[in-house]
């Protein structure tokens, strides 16, 4: 990458005891800015620390040196330096007196779309959030040069602050042949938005800093008319934005909306729910965590759907190294209450030590290489059918009989063998029924399984139920009947139970093996405590109780994680209970 930063301009206007400091300091490179504040040391702030540029405290002297050589202050208190990409922004007192200065490097970076340059071509609204000083406008600037010079598009920066294409009435050359409007107030800058789109027939609008509900209403306009939207926002994650009623509607809004029974019921959630009320304005959102570390969300209304729903997508990482080289990763998506959550291995306030923590992966067991091919035979696990029944009279017999059992681990559980089901049927189609969707898509994602959940019976291949919903629902049973789809029955709703469904479907597992679990498959959250809670339950499972036959004893733990770990004990068709008093009460699992 290829930066310009004009630094000697901005040291040119500030006093002389500060600049001779700063021409050769080792870290001039990476200075992100000078701080001058009246009655107190001139201070330069680098990436990793601040430090003090002079002995004497600033006098209003240095500061009317400073503002006698930059230009005029803007409604925003910000001004720049002519033919520069410098800001300096300004604090007054309450009688309108500048008394502090904010002088931020600006610096073109030539290279820096390279890690979005794909997203940047497919014509799609891009929205970039990121916390003050990540490079947000420096990414801003390069996007507008990169699609005005060589995409060839007609683009129109809005420049509020003149701050993407520096100050003065001559755009700075970092934004190639884009053209920049500047904006006389701040409080106009939704009025300069729609005047641009109407006016100069663009394809392209770059737009630094929303930060308003008009100016949020202003994109929705621009991006409805079929214009490109590159902009930035206030906020450093998505949740930012979902929890900022301001702008929301940059992500499509967020609304209550009441659910009936039946749809309540089939989802497995309560009947008040949040949803997205809009499409959103920006296809793409980008979250820049780092400077060289960006979280890329390539349908923002996935992601969206998916958190209100309680999910935690998957996220595609994209870091550039020192060779500019562009690596792409995925990560687990973490809410703020899991990034806070306390690490592995800190004290759980019992002196007991634990095993380390082998935090499951991403890749499930397709990664672990269990996962083996459908099997191409197509037996009826239901027992023996007289080859002469029938065909309608052999399934509802098939039917009723997975209603009778007891649980997926028994031998009366239904099977699509007799259905036709094979290999070349994949992918699997699967009709949730009072089971929450987003839980059957989290362990489909999880464990990298060839199935689609889908909202129309009549193209599904099995309908899956939750056991205490199907047996009064005869209109369903019906339904399954005359067109001829099996209905599978699980005893709750939760992953593990929906995974060990799914495998049987497929043909993927051994009612008398239960297979080594994805303890994420048990956890609600991503957090440290219950992966090490689910970890210990495994470690003393398979180390102790089933190959030494002995009963073992866990941690005191919360009701919540005792949960999970009862779950993980049931996977293993062994029996646990909990006894002792809170906050001390444990579960206590024992041998087959």
């Known amino acids: 990458m290829q930066i310009t930063d004009d630094l000697n301009r901005l040291l040119d206007i500030v006093p002389p005891t500060v600049r001779k400091n700063l021409i050769n300091h080792p870290e001039r490179e990476c200075l992100i800015e000078i701080v001058m504040d009246l009655g107190r040391l001139p201070e330069a702030r680098f990436p990793s620390n601040a430090e003090y540029l002079s002995q004497q405290p600033v006098t209003w002297d240095d500061l009317s040196h400073c503002i006698s050589r930059i230009g005029e202050f803007s409604g925003d208190n910000r001004a720049g330096i002519e033919k520069t990409l410098h800001r300096i922004s300004a604090i007054r007192n309450r009688t309108g007196k500048v008394i502090g200065l904010t002088c931020r490097v600006g610096r073109a970076v030539f290279g820096k779309i390279g890690m979005i340059r794909d997203l940047v071509e497919t014509g799609g609204s891009i929205l970039m959030l990121g916390r003050p000083g990540v490079g947000k406008t420096t990414a801003l600037r390069e996007i507008a040069r990169v699609l005005a010079d060589e995409l060839h598009k007609r683009v129109v920066i809005i420049d509020t602050s003149n701050e993407i294409a520096g100050d003065g009435d001559i755009p700075h050359p970092a934004i190639g042949r884009a053209r ?77 909306v009441t659910l009936g029974d039946d749809e309540a019921r089939r989802r497995g959630s309560q009947k008040t729910v949040l949803e997205r009320k809009a499409p959103p304005t920006f296809d793409i959102a980008i979250e820049m965590l780092e400077r060289e570390r960006w979280v890329v969300h390539e349908s923002v209304s996935t992601t969206v759907d998916g958190l209100l729903r309680g999910m935690q997508p998957t996220l595609q990482v994209r870091q550039m190294n020192d060779r500019g080289e562009v690596t792409v990763t995925q990560e687990r998506y973490s809410t703020p209450a899991a990034r ?15 095993p380390p923590l082998s935090a499951p992966g991403l890749g499930g067991l397709r990664a672990s290489g269990k996962m083996m091919p459908l099997p191409t035979s197509t037996t009826v696990r239901s027992g023996s059918v007289p080859e002469k029944q029938p065909a309608t009279q052999e399934f509802e017999q098939l039917l009723n009989a997975s209603f009778d ?9 239904l099977d ?11 992918p ?165």
């Open 405 to 413: 059992s007891q649980g997926l681990g028994d031998d009366n559980a």
């Open 416 to 426: 699509l063998g007799d259905n036709g089901f094979n290999e070349d049927d994949l």
């Open 428 to 592: 699997l189609h699967i009709y949730p029924y009072a089971i929450a969707r987003y839980q059957i898509e989290q362990v489909i994602r999880t464990l990298m399984l060839p199935v689609v959940v889908t909202k129309d019976i009549d193209g599904a291949d099995a309908v899956l139920a939750l056991r205490s919903h199907i047996r009064n629902q005869s209109k369903l049973r019906q339904m399954a009947k005359n067109r001829h789809i099996p209905i599978h029955t699980v005893k709750s709703g939760s992953p593990p139970q929906i995974a060990k469904a799914l495998h049987r479907l497929l043909h993927r597992s051994d009612p008398s093996t239960p297979e080594v679990p994805d303890l994420s498959l048990f956890a609600s959250g991503n957090s440290s405590d219950e992966l090490e809670a689910l970890e210990e339950a495994r470690l003393a499972v398979e180390e102790i109780v089933i190959p030494k036959g002995q009963p073992v004893e866990l941690l005191p733990r919360s009701p919540k994680v005792r949960k999970m770990q009862h779950e993980l004990v049931e996977h293993y068709r062994l029996k646990s209970n909990s006894f002792g008093e809170e906050p001390n009460r444990r579960i206590r699992i024992y041998p087959a």
């Open 340 to 354: 806070n959550a306390v690490p592995a291995g800190s004290s759980t306030g019992s002196s007991r030590p634990l």
């Open 180 to 256: 920049r409007m500047q904006v006389a107030s701040p409080e106009l800058q939704h009025q300069v938005m729609i005047e641009a789109v109407e006016n100069h027939m663009p394809e392209v609008i770059v737009i630094d800093e929303i930060g308003t509900e008009l100016e949020a209403l202003a994109a929705r306009t621009i991006s409805e008319r079929g214009v490109q939207l590159i902009g930035t926002a206030h906020g450093n994650r998505i949740e930012n934005l979902m929890k900022n009623p301001t702008l929301a509607d940059l992500i499509g809004g967020i609304q209550a």
